[in-house]
């Protein structure tokens, strides 16, 4: 891959990829029945401490694992159904996603989970297209408990031959079996697409180690193997490497380069040179903005990126004038994927659109409810004449999402325009 014209430029050449379009969840912990609808490549959760953006950011990261890990093991994480599941709400966490992939109808794909003797099972799982545009939507999967159909083919039909496809156990999903088959190859692009997402729990603490030496292309959940990347970076896309560098340099003073370097005994060094000094100094010594800004920008720059990346409160630890930047390289790399962040940050708001702002908040009875912020009567009107979203949500503009006001909930609900 010659990376010469820097990561915007290969971004713009990709091809268009596969996009989550809308997500519905019921009775996942105070997402008792939320619904997203023409979710932007770029999507930002606003909201005050316990309104349920982390929540939201969970579903993706729990679904992502019971693709990588089994459900079970993802259930059993998060504290099974007791934990899990909203409190005084019936029936099982459903998750539903809309997508599209280039050249292909919208697919809905459904999954709904409840718990029996203390294991969860799959209660039901579908995916379901309308190949024209009239008629029922057409389900080309569909399993209960282990036990369902499936239609092959790369454009499955209703004329085509349903086949049963019995799975071992009822805490399997179908998707992440069949996906695994040639035989099914618009199953196997939804596994390959949610295995390939990327939620990120950074913690600057874990970039500071030192990792043994090896070059790795992902970066890690919690930015463990940042070294590890660079290395790789430097030896199979130093052109893009660079492109991330003269990123950094515009906005940490004095910063020259940096270098992972291979030991005697086996370990991989982080090292930050400073233009004025001779000698570099450990990571393990460098501010936690200068390494949490590198991590962001080694994801956001990936030369394979993944096709969803979720990353929560990017504004801690960095400049608040770093963060207009920042939210420009999330929508520079939502080109190529699909990006979900939350944030407290005005100075992170400022950078974006209405239509990709979601401002959560608890309702009387705690649960979360969502408003998008171009549907907040007067806001639309406001940034028309320059106004930034930041100020306006600073300035008490949005009536919900104010944490000293109402207990983040709405002021007044016909303040949001129908």
């Not at 679904?63 to 159904?81: F, H, N, P, T």
């Not at 790399?333 to 407290?344: F, I, R, S, W």
């Not at 709405?410 to 325009?417: E, I, L, T």
Request: proline share 7%; glycine share 8%; charged share 25%.
């Amino acid at each position: 891959m010659n990376d010469k014209d820097g990561p915007g430029h290969a971004l713009s050449k990709a091809s268009k990829p596969a996009r989550i379009i809308e997500l519905k969840v019921r009775n996942f912990r105070a997402l008792r029945d939320v619904e997203f609808k023409n979710l932007t490549p770029l999507t930002v959760l606003l909201g005050p401490n316990g309104s349920g953006k982390s929540t939201v950011f969970d579903v993706f990261a729990f679904l992502s694992e019971c693709y990588r890990s089994g459900l079970r093991s993802a259930w059993d994480r998060r504290g099974r159904a007791r934990e899990l599941k909203t409190r005084g709400s019936d029936g099982p966490l459903v998750i539903e996603i809309k997508y599209s992939e280039p050249d292909f109808p919208l697919i809905t794909y459904h999954l709904a989970v409840d718990e029996r003797r203390g294991a969860p099972i799959v209660v039901d799982e579908w995916l379901s297209w309308r190949r024209g545009s009239h008629g029922r939507p057409f389900r080309f999967l569909e399993y209960r408990e282990g036990v369902g159909r499936a239609v092959s083919g790369e454009m499955p039909d209703q004329q085509d031959v349903r086949k049963d496809f019995p799975l071992q156990s009822p805490d399997l999903i179908a998707v992440n079996a069949l996906g695994q088959f040639a035989d099914h190859p618009r199953v196997a692009a939804l596994r390959e697409f949610i295995t390939g997402w990327y939620v990120s729990y950074l913690s600057v603490g874990d970039t500071r180690g030192q990792p043994e030496a090896g070059p790795q292309e992902r970066l890690s959940r919690t930015g463990d193997n940042l070294a590890n990347v660079v290395q790789y970076l430097s030896e199979q896309h130093p052109d893009r490497l660079e492109a991330i560098f003269d990123v950094l340099r515009a906005r940490v003073p004095r910063i020259e380069k940096i270098l992972a370097e291979a030991m005697p005994d086996g370990r991989l060094l982080l090292t930050i040179k400073d233009a004025p000094f001779e000698k570099p100094i450990l990571a393990r010594f460098a501010s936690d903005g200068t390494l949490k800004m590198l991590a962001y920008l080694v994801l956001l720059y990936d030369p394979a990126p993944p096709p969803f990346i979720g990353i929560e409160e990017p504004e801690n630890f960095l400049h608040p004038r770093l963060l207009h930047g920042l939210a420009e390289e999330c929508r520079r790399a939502a080109e190529k994927g699909q990006l979900l962040v939350t944030t407290h940050s005005p100075f992170f708001l400022n950078a974006l659109r209405a239509d990709e702002v979601r401002v959560l908040y608890r309702d009387e009875d705690g649960y979360t409810k969502a408003v998008l912020a171009s549907d907040i009567k007067g806001i639309n009107e406001f940034m028309n004449e320059g106004a930034l979203l930041g100020h306006l949500w600073l300035e008490g503009y949005f009536g919900v999402g104010d944490p000293l006001v109402n207990q983040g909930a709405a002021r007044r609900m016909p303040g949001v325009a129908k």
